[in-house]
């Protein structure tokens, strides 16, 4: 671990199987199993290791409240039903959704590889971190991988009046032969509702066009959108559609809440969406053809040759690559801050 020097921004940097420790430790020191605390604190920690600031470490304090409030049960085993060739079904028994993704995944691959394609269904699940992480690992394996997950009522379909859907993101990843994967995974509403706030904490606006007041009028403060406002879709009926697609993808077909199915007033603390998720992976290999990673690979050839300098995930690749060498940086309070949760 190193320490850098002065001031009341003091940082330090912990590598990343430190920080995966620590945030083990709080997580089973407020109720979760061995076995959730491992799956979750690594989720974490990498997210926080490549830069996904509202999905890190952020998130810690909205999980002990959930978790506090017996909205979500840290301790759930999920149960794996193997329905079809090509689908899976998961009960997260109102636990986290990486352990279900976690418990099928063994299975998830097998089937992928021998039908061509598979189908993760995780239902009565709560999912309150990144997507790309579930996803990125199959690209890694030479598959290409599509996920959705849906959250909780806060971004107003377009056109209508109120509020309805969750930020709903989707994340993909494919191969790409000698380089990292392609991956991209974006909030179908203007802006992460973990992004809002943030910018609320450092006092920041946000850009137009991102959300609305109570009153439902257009507003650029995160403070106003927290406070009984909302969000909207990104791209106006474009992503409202996606969203929509989001809705029936990950809660309608898996067995799940729709964002706006759930009640959690009577468990005050309560942050973590009850929804549902779901995964298709496809094995590449099996199109004929040339290889999906070569083809992959042309694709970014040509579309750097027409001048594009920032694929999606090339940031996240960049952070991870400093991370590695000079480890993962903590603002020095934020880590007392963990430090003392896992007392
Ligand atoms: P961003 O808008 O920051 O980024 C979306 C995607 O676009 C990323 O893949 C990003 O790559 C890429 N990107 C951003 N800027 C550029 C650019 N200039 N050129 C090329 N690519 C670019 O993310 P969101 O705010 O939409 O989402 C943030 C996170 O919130 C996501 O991880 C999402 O999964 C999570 N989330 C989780 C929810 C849940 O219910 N669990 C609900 C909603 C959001 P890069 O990462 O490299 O910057
Ligand atoms: O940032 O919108 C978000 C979010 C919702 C649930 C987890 N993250």
Redesign the pocket.
Known sequence: MSQSASSAQAVESLSLDQLTTLLQQIFERHGTSTAVARVLADNCARAQRDGSY??GVFRIPGYLSSLASNWVDGQATPKVEDVASGFIRVDAANGFAQPALAAARALLVEKARSAGIAVLAIRNSH???ALWPDVEPFAEEGLVALSVVN??TCVVPHGAQKPLF??NPIAFAAPRADADPIVFDL?T?AI????VQIAARKGHELLAGMGVDRRGEPTQDPKAILDGGALLPFGGHKGSALSMMVELLAAALTGGNFSFEFDWSKHPGAQT?WTGQLLIVIDPGKSGGNSFAQRSSELVRQMQAVGLERLPGDRRFKERAKSLLAGIPLAADELARLRALAQ
């Open positions: 509202s999905h999912h309150f971190a959250s909780m969750g930020t909030a509403s992460a509702h973990g992004d969406p």
